[in-house]
C-alpha cells in the first residue's frame, strides 16, 4: 500500500522561513518526478515547484527564488524550504509523487499518481 505524508508546515510571519517535508512508503521516490502543490481556500491546486530524479526542481513564477525544492534519495523523502514568505503563500502544501508526463505538464494533477493529505502553511502580514 503507497503511503505519500507530508510534514512540517505551520505559522509563521511574513518574511520568515517554513519548511515541509514529504516522505513515502509503499513506493521508492528515486527515479520519481515529484511535485509541491498548494491550494489556498476557495482556489484551485496549483504547482509550486518539480523536482526530477537528478535533483534539477523548477519553480512557479510565484515563488522562484524564495523556494528550494531538494530530495533525498536515501531518506525516501522530498522537502521544500520556504523563505521569505508572503501572506499569499498561505495555503495547504500538498506533495505529488510519480509525475506521469504522458498523462500532462507537471502543472496537471491528474498526472500525478499519489498525493499526501496536506499540510498548513499559514503566513501573517
Known amino acids: 500500500d503507497v503511503q505519500v505524508a507530508e510534514s512540517g508546515g505551520g505559522s509563521v510571519e511574513a518574511g520568515g522561513s517554513l519548511s515541509v517535508s514529504c516522505a513515502a512508503s509503499g513506493v521508492a521516490l528515486s527515479g520519481c518526478c515529484m511535485s509541491w502543490y498548494r491550494q489556498a481556500q476557495g482556489n484551485e491546486r496549483e504547482g509550486v515547484a518539480l523536482i526530477v530524479p537528478i535533483g534539477a526542481a523548477i519553480y512557479a513564477n510565484s515563488v522562484k527564488g524564495r523556494f528550494t525544492f531538494s530530495r533525498d534519495d536515501a531518506q525516501n523523502a522530498v522537502y521544500l524550504q520556504m523563505d521569505t514568505l508572503k501572506p499569499e503563500d498561505s495555503s495547504m502544501y500538498y506533495c505529488?509523487?510519480?509525475?506521469?508526463?504522458?498523462?500532462?505538464?507537471?502543472?496537471?494533477?491528474?498526472?500525478?499518481?499519489?498525493w499526501g493529505q496536506g499540510t498548513q502553511v499559514i503566513v501573517s502580514s
Open positions: 505529488a509523487a510519480g509525475y506521469d508526463s504522458r498523462r500532462g505538464p507537471w502543472t496537471t494533477t491528474s498526472a500525478y499518481n499519489y
